[in-house]
């Protein structure tokens, strides 16, 4: 992997992380087009790593809030979310394998591009639980882990349906992500995978430059949520789906 390349798919992850449009689909797309086919995973969860720390450097001071005072209602709300989600990626393991395909990624896009109009064509008139609203969206994180499906799209989508406001929905979507990336790195850490055929340097050329846009993404999708409708990424999520349909 070439120096420049390491760059382009950090600045890819770090962007497309915090903004609806999925990371890991686009990764998994660029990859394809880079020629990277070994140790492909891992990098994926290295940036993902990179973004991780971005989360937790904007989010530094309600994470100090989370930890001096544990047991506030916030962290149990954040815990069953987790738990929802890493017992789906359990049961659902090999399904979500198999959809590790360029083949797939089109209907993925495309059906994701449709989850973010809902908020669009239907707003509920009564705000759910707030178990409830964790419950549903460690139920969307768990699902969105297939690349295609944006993490941070379909959580926050699902946090509005169930009556939360655009800027709760997009705090907790990014709260929720941290558990959820460390568990998935360590488990391929587990799991024996390696960055040897990658070079250290680039990967962790891609990890800085992912960390930096990181950083700059979130702080761009916390006003846009205030401004600025999903239903235009969707519309990139069908120009893209279709667009890769045709090129497919």
């Known amino acids: 992997m070439a120096w420049y390349t390491a760059i382009f798919l950090g600045l890819v992850q ?29 990098l994926t ?12 450097v904007v989010y530094r001071q309600r994470l100090w809030q989370l930890i001096r005072h544990p047991w506030q209602k916030q962290t149990w709300q954040l815990l069953l979310a987790t738990v929802i989600t890493c017992g789906m990626v359990i049961l659902f393991k090999d399904m979500i394998d198999s ?34 609203q ?29 009556g939360m406001s655009s800027a709760a929905a997009t705090d907790f979507s990014f709260l929720m992500s941290i558990p959820i990336i460390l568990a998935s790195l360590v488990y391929e850490l587990l799991q024996g995978g390696t960055i040897q055929m990658l070079g250290f340097g680039n990967v962790m050329l891609a990890f800085v430059t992912a960390f930096v846009s990181g950083i700059v993404a979130i702080k761009m999708m916390l006003n846009m949520t205030k401004k600025i409708d999903l239903r235009w990424f969707a519309v990139y999520l069908f120009v893209l789906g279709v667009g890769l349909l045709i090129w497919l």
């Open 134 to 162: 964790s419950f549903a969206m460690g139920l969307a994180q768990g699902i969105a882990v297939v690349p295609g499906l944006s993490r941070s799209g379909v959580t926050i989508t699902t946090g509005r349906l169930t």
């Open 14 to 42: 770090g962007l497309a992380e915090f903004l609806p449009i999925s990371s890991s689909g686009h990764l998994l797309l660029f990859e394809h087009l880079c020629g990277i086919t070994d140790g492909g995973l891992l």
């Open 99 to 132: 959809l590790f395909s360029l083949a797939a990624l089109p209907y993925l896009f495309l059906l994701c591009g449709c989850y973010l109009l809902l908020p669009t064509l239907w707003r509920p008139h009564e705000t759910a639980h707030p178990w409830v």
């Open 45 to 56: 969860l290295i940036l993902h790593l990179a973004t991780l720390l971005a989360v937790v």
